[in-house]
């Protein structure tokens, strides 16, 4: 008598993909200064700010399934037949999905609170931030083992059983993309400090005479000269933002030396939006508000503001800071 016995054996080991969030005190190398307490004071707020102001990366969500197929022959013959094991593995890919994030935006104190915490040092509220969203992600992965025993007894008829298993593992990536809540970049000049100069703002003067400048008295400032023959000097940035989208654009600035057609106005993309013409000789700062524009389909625009000095006046200048743009809506 002949016998011929196949075990498979499949094991799919499944390791959970985990989230560890870790709180800002607890986080190794984190110091728990003053920046670091005031985002984690109200943890909701905190996370709210901290998300907006990195940007973090896009994360990867990975899903695993394994579907086995089995058919099973029974044949009858006078000799011994092969045992074929055929395995495979099929791997598709879900297109990425681009959402954008529309997240409620706490009070304005509650972020005015944060950024006096941390002195509105722009490295001092990013290492602190990044130790506030400390996170580990591992993905899921599928183990697939195999393993056959086989024995024989000597017989004049021998019953074979062909067995097929064919493992698939099915992968599904989405990705989420992230839009960064305030599109202008160092608005209010407070990289000078790490930096020494504008950037990503660019000194885009061209007339002969004007020049543009950053100044730290007690409060970190751009100072803007209009050539004294007449023109304006100037600073732009590329504006990358969501597209298709309407923004509301203010700024903060003095005026000193002026007279009625002395002012500030802002461009778009090559167009007038808006801006705000000299006033006041106060010691205080004005405010432009209320300037709105709207993005194309790719969202990127250069950003351009002229210190004007129509008149030729021979010593006028500007102060300007806080430039932000808010999306409507947000």
């Not at 499944?14 to 986080?27: G, L, V, W």
């Not at 997240?103 to 941390?118: E, F, Q």
């Not at 021998?158 to 989420?176: L, Y």
Request: glycine fraction near 6%; include cysteine.
């Amino acid at each position: 008598m002949k016998q011929s016995t196949l075990f498979i054996g499949i094991l799919a080991a499944s390791a959970n993909a985990t989230r560890t969030c870790i709180r800002p005190s607890e986080t190794p190398g984190c110091s728990a200064g003053k920046c670091l307490r005031a985002i984690n004071s109200v943890p909701a707020v905190g996370e709210a700010f901290c998300s907006s102001w990195l940007s973090p990366e896009p994360v990867t969500t990975v899903v695993t399934e394994l579907s086995t197929a089995t058919s099973t022959r029974v044949v009858t013959e006078t000799s011994v037949s092969a045992v074929t094991e055929v395995a495979g593995t099929v791997t598709t890919v879900v297109g990425a999905t681009t959402v954008y994030a529309k997240r409620a935006v706490p009070s304005a104190d509650a972020y005015a609170d944060i950024l006096s915490g941390c002195y509105s040092i722009s490295s001092r509220i990013s290492s602190a931030c990044s130790c506030f969203l400390s996170t580990t992600v591992s993905a899921s992965t599928v183990t697939v083992y195999e393993s056959v025993v086989s024995t024989e007894v000597a017989e004049s008829t021998t019953t074979t059983v062909e067995t097929t298993t064919t493992a698939v593992t099915a992968t599904e990536s989405a990705v989420e993309t992230k839009i960064v809540t305030q599109p202008i970049i160092n608005g209010d000049f407070e990289e000078y400090l790490t930096t020494g100069n504008l950037s990503p703002w660019r000194d885009s003067t061209t007339a002969a005479g004007g020049r543009v400048e950053v100044i730290n008295g007690g409060r970190i400032v751009v100072r803007a000269y209009p050539p004294s023959t007449g023109g304006y000097s100037s600073i732009t940035q590329t504006f990358v933002a969501k597209p298709s989208t309407t923004y509301t654009m203010s700024f903060l600035f003095r005026c000193l030396n002026f007279d009625t057609s002395s002012g500030i106005d802002v461009y778009y993309a090559g167009t007038r939006i808006g801006g705000k013409t000299c006033t006041s000789n106060s010691a205080s700062f004005d405010k432009a508000s209320g300037i709105q524009f709207t993005t194309d389909a790719t969202g990127t625009g250069e950003m351009q503001v002229r210190f004007n000095n129509p008149s030729a006046k021979p010593y006028l200048y500007f102060y300007a800071d806080d430039f932000l743009a808010t999306a409507t809506g947000a």
